[in-house]
């Protein structure tokens, strides 16, 4: 069974997303603020946390930022209709995804779906199959990532943009095949959070010793990871 961990102090919105989940078949624990969210996160971690930006004692931005310090847990947050600077600040500080209330908790079931679904295909792939380019190695076996043998902090939206673009060196990647990829979804016309994790990622796992991005922007297509060759 699923373990959600969902901090909102909205009750009736939290009523409903609990019965709509309880009724899928996951597990769900609920927070009113960030302070008890983190709490109930020590005491038994979640597979997946549902953050709203809007709460007393914590608001949702510390929150995430409490808990990256700590864990790589699959985080969306909820941020109000139109508010472009939350969710642009949400992705930048290490939110997985985000969704805009009002919104149909199908909806949320399926980005929800879409996040784990990639964390376990990516636990069945070959553990020994490490990737290693341009400085930066990949470990599948524990998920983790060094840059010059220095251990990056990444979330799982950045890990498997990062996988995607290291089994494909030197080839452009479109950001609709990174975003069905890597985010489990099909591209908008605004949705921008697959370049805010692009961007996050590019300053994580820095330049190449040219001076080079290690991740070039392909105008009009998409993105493509450069080797040192291609760097020089």
Same mark, same amino acid.
Do not use: C
């Given at each position: 069974?699923?373990?959600?961990?969902?901090? %909102? %102090? %909205?009750?009736?919105?939290?009523?409903?997303?609990?019965?709509?989940?309880?009724?899928?078949?996951?597990?769900?624990?609920?927070?009113?603020?960030?302070?008890?969210?983190?709490?109930?996160?020590?005491?038994?971690?979640?597979?997946?946390?549902?953050?709203?930006?809007?709460?007393?004692?914590?608001?949702?931005?510390?929150?995430?930022?409490?808990?990256?310090?700590?864990?790589?847990?699959?985080?969306?947050?909820?941020?109000?209709?139109?508010d472009d600077i939350d969710r642009i600040l949400g992705l930048e500080m290490g939110a997985d995804d985000y969704l805009s209330k009002p919104f149909n908790p199908r909806e949320l079931l399926a980005r929800i779906k879409a996040i784990l679904r990639r964390a376990s295909q990516?636990?069945?792939?070959?553990?020994?199959?490490?990737?290693?380019?341009?400085?930066?190695?990949?470990?599948?076996?524990d998920r983790t990532v060094y840059l010059e043998g220095e251990l990056v902090e990444l979330t799982t939206s950045e890990y498997t943009l990062l996988e995607c673009m290291l089994m494909a060196p030197g080839q452009v990647l479109t950001k609709q095949e990174l975003s069905e990829k890597a985010l489990g979804r099909k591209l908008t016309m605004y949705d921008r959070s697959l370049d805010m994790h692009i961007s996050n990622l590019r300053k994580k796992i820095g330049n190449l010793e040219?001076? %080079?991005?290690?991740?070039?922007?392909?105008?009009?297509?998409?993105?493509?990871?450069?080797?040192?060759?291609?760097?020089?």
């Open positions: 069974m699923v373990k959600l961990l969902l901090a %909102d %102090d %909205d009750a009736r919105l939290s009523d409903l997303i609990k019965e709509y989940f309880d009724g899928e078949g996951y597990e769900v624990a609920h927070a009113w603020n960030g302070r008890e969210a983190l709490e109930l996160m020590a005491a038994d971690m979640p597979d997946i946390i549902i953050l709203d930006v809007m709460m007393p004692e914590l608001d949702g931005f510390e929150t995430l930022k409490q808990i990256r310090n700590k864990s790589a847990v699959p985080v969306i947050m909820l941020t109000a209709k139109g990516e636990r069945e792939d070959d553990p020994t199959a490490d990737i290693e380019l341009s400085g930066v190695l990949l470990r599948r076996k040219t001076g %080079d991005p290690r991740i070039k922007t392909v105008r009009g297509v998409g993105y493509i990871f450069v080797s040192n060759e291609q760097g020089s």
